[in-house]
C-alpha cells in the first residue's frame, strides 16, 4: 500500500481521488497540519448533507400517534431548547430524537467531511469518555451538547476536556455524579475518572498497597498510581457537582431547572481530604477541590502513558510500539498546559517511522468498515432508524454500548464468527439488497472510459476500496463480474444484469480481507 494511502487509511475513513490528490500537493506534514485545524465553515459538503437529511421518527404512546420525516432540527440545538424535552408527558420517541439525529449526523461526517481527522478522533474520545444514552434518557436528550463538548476539545488540552466532560449533563448523569453528597459521596464518576479517563487500569495498585504512603513515590507527593483510598477521596471532591434540573435540595427546597451543571454548595463535603499523597485543606472555595484533583490527574505522568498507548493502539497497532508511546507521553506532559496539547501529541505519533511500518495491523471496527466503503463508492446515502437497527447487529453500538470502558479496540474482540458474519452481511445487504433505500450505488459511474472488461472494472475497485490491484481477491472479482463470460471481456447482460454483476463484485472486494485491515 501506498504511504499516502496508509496515511488515510488511519486519519480518515478512507481515500478519495479527493483526499489523495490534496496529499500528494500539500504533503504530509502540511496536509496533517490543516487536518489538526480545522474550519467548520470550510466544510460544505458535510454541512449540505446534514441540512438536506430527513430522518423519520414514528411512535404510538397511548393517544399519541406520530409518523413523520422531519429534518435535524434538534442536532445544532441550544440547552434550554433540549432541556424542554425533559418534560413530564414528553412522549419518549421525543426525548430521544435528539440521540438519534447525532448518530444520523456522525454517518454523514464520516462520511462528507473534509475535516477526516476529527471524525476519527471522536470515534476515540466518544469511547474514551463513554455515555449509554440508555441509562438515563437525560443522557439522550444532552447527546448533542456532549457530542459538541467533545468535537470542541478534540485536538485541544486534555485537562480542559476532563472538566468539560466532567460538568456535562451527559457525564454526570450517566455516572451518577448528579446525585454525589456528602456523607457518604457517590463514587461512581471518581471511579471512572481514575480507571479510564485519566491514570487507567494500568496504574492501579490496590492488588500490591492499601495503604496510600506504601505507594511508591506517596512519600515524595508523587505516587505512581492510585488506590482506592484515593477513589474514595476523590469522590468527595467532586459532591455538589450535579445538574440544576428542579430536583429536590435535601434543604428545603429545590436546584433551579435549566439542564446546566450546578454547584450545590449544600451538597459538598468541605473537610479535608488527601488524593495521591497531596492533602487538601478544609473549606475550600467552590468548585475548587474537583478542580485540583483534575490538575492533579491531567499533569500526572500515569495518565500520559495511559491515554498515549490508548491513542497509538487506536492509530498505530493492537500492541503500540513502546518507543513511539513513550515519545507521544514525553510531549503530552511538556505540553499538559498548551491549547492544542492533543495536536501536538497527534504530530508526533501520525508522522512517526513506527506509525508507517504498521500498515495492515488494525482490524476495522464495524463503523469503519462500512464508512471506508461508503467512502470509497459515494453513494445517496440516507442514514435512517433502520440502519442504526441493522449496524448494531455488528457489535457495535454508537452511543449505547452497556459499560463505561467503551468498545473495545484490539482485533479478538472482532473477530467472533457472529460478528463477522454480521458485517458481511451488511456489506450484502446493502450492496445486493437495499430494501429501505439507505444507499444508492451507481458503481459504474466513476469507471474511467477505459475500463470495460470484467477485470479492468474489478482491477479499477480493487485500487479504490484495497489500495492494491495486484490483490488475489481481484481474478474472483473478475470472474464474477464476467458470469460465465471471459473476464477480460465486457460483463454479460442488460444494463440491470451488469449493474447487479458490478455490485456484487465490488460487495466481493469488501468483504475480502485486506478491506477488513487498515
Avoid at 78 to 105: I, S
Avoid at 463 to 483: D, T
Avoid at 484 to 492: A, I, N, R
Amino acid at each position: 500500500m501506498p504511504k499516502e494511502t496508509h496515511f488515510l487509511a488511519r486519519t480518515s475513513f478512507g481515500a478519495t481521488p479527493a483526499s489523495l490528490a490534496a496529499l500528494r500537493q500539500m504533503g504530509l506534514a502540511a496536509y496533517l497540519d490543516e487536518q489538526l485545524a480545522p474550519r467548520e465553515a470550510d466544510d460544505a459538503a458535510a454541512l449540505a448533507a446534514i441540512k438536506a437529511l430527513r430522518l423519520a421518527i414514528e411512535y404510538e404512546e397511548g393517544k399519541r400517534k406520530m409518523k413523520e420525516v422531519r429534518p435535524l432540527g434538534l442536532l445544532n440545538a441550544d440547552l434550554p431548547t433540549l432541556w424542554r424535552l425533559t418534560a413530564e408527558g414528553t412522549p419518549y420517541g421525543e426525548k430521544y430524537r435528539a440521540a438519534e439525529e447525532v448518530v444520523a449526523a456522525t454517518w454523514l461526517r464520516a462520511l462528507h467531511s473534509r475535516w477526516q481527522l476529527r471524525e476519527v478522533m471522536m470515534q476515540f474520545w466518544h469511547n474514551h469518555f463513554n455515555v449509554n444514552i440508555y441509562a438515563d434518557e437525560r443522557v439522550a436528550i444532552t447527546l448533542p451538547l456532549y457530542d459538541r463538548t467533545l468535537r470542541q476539545h478534540a485536538f485541544g488540552n486534555f485537562r480542559a476536556m476532563l472538566q468539560a466532560v466532567a460538568q456535562s449533563p451527559a457525564m454526570l448523569y450517566y455516572l451518577n455524579n448528579n446525585q454525589s453528597k456528602a456523607s457518604p459521596a457517590n463514587e461512581n464518576y471518581a471511579r471512572e475518572l481514575f480507571e479510564l479517563h485519566t491514570l487507567g487500569a494500568m496504574h492501579y495498585y490496590n492488588h500490591l498497597y492499601n495503604r496510600w504512603r506504601e505507594v511508591p513515590g506517596a512519600p515524595e507527593g508523587q505516587p505512581i498510581g492510585y488506590i482506592d483510598e484515593d477513589v474514595y477521596e476523590a469522590a468527595r471532591a467532586f459532591t455538589g457537582w450535579t445538574v440544576a434540573d428542579g430536583s429536590g435540595n435535601d434543604k428545603g427546597g429545590q436546584l433551579p431547572n435549566t439542564g446546566e451543571f450546578y454547584y450545590f454548595e449544600g451538597w459538598h463535603d468541605h473537610y479535608q481530604k488527601r488524593v495521591l499523597a497531596t492533602e487538601f485543606a478544609p473549606n475550600q472555595p467552590p468548585l475548587q477541590d474537583g478542580f485540583t484533583v483534575l490538575d492533579m490527574l491531567a499533569k500526572h505522568p500515569g495518565t500520559a502513558k495511559y491515554v498515549c498507548t490508548k491513542l497509538c493502539r487506536y492509530l498505530v497497532a493492537d500492541e503500540p510500539p513502546a518507543s513511539l508511546v513513550e515519545r507521544a507521553a514525553k510531549t503530552w506532559l511538556e505540553h499538559w498546559q498548551s491549547p492544542d496539547q492533543v495536536a501536538r501529541v497527534l504530530r508526533v505519533i501520525l508522522l512517526s517511522d513506527e506509525f508507517f511500518a504498521a500498515e495492515g495491523q488494525k482490524l476495522k471496527r464495524p463503523f469503519e468498515l462500512l464508512a471506508s466503503l461508503l467512502r470509497a463508492t459515494q453513494p445517496e446515502f440516507t442514514p435512517n432508524p433502520i440502519l442504526i437497527w441493522w449496524f448494531g447487529r455488528t457489535g457495535q453500538r454508537l452511543f449505547t454500548w452497556p459499560t463505561p470502558d467503551g468498545h473495545p479496540d484490539t482485533s479478538p474482540a472482532w473477530l467472533a464468527p457472529g460478528l463477522w458474519l454480521a458485517r458481511w452481511n451488511l456489506v450484502a445487504g446493502l450492496l445486493l439488497a437495499d430494501w429501505h433505500q439507505i444507499a444508492r450505488f451507481d458503481l459504474a459511474k466513476p469507471l474511467p472510459a477505459g475500463a470495460v472488461t470484467a477485470r479492468q472494472m474489478a482491477t479499477f475497485w480493487a485500487e479504490r476500496l484495497l489500495g492494491n490491484p495486484q490483490a488475489p481477491v481481484v481474478e474472483k472479482a473478475a470472474y464474477l463480474l464476467a458470469s460465465g463470460g471471459s473476464p477480460d471481456e465486457p460483463p454479460l447482460g442488460n444494463a440491470d444484469e451488469r449493474k447487479y454483476l458490478l455490485n456484487n463484485a465490488v460487495a466481493l472486494l469488501a468483504m475480502a480481507p485486506e478491506f477488513q485491515w487498515r
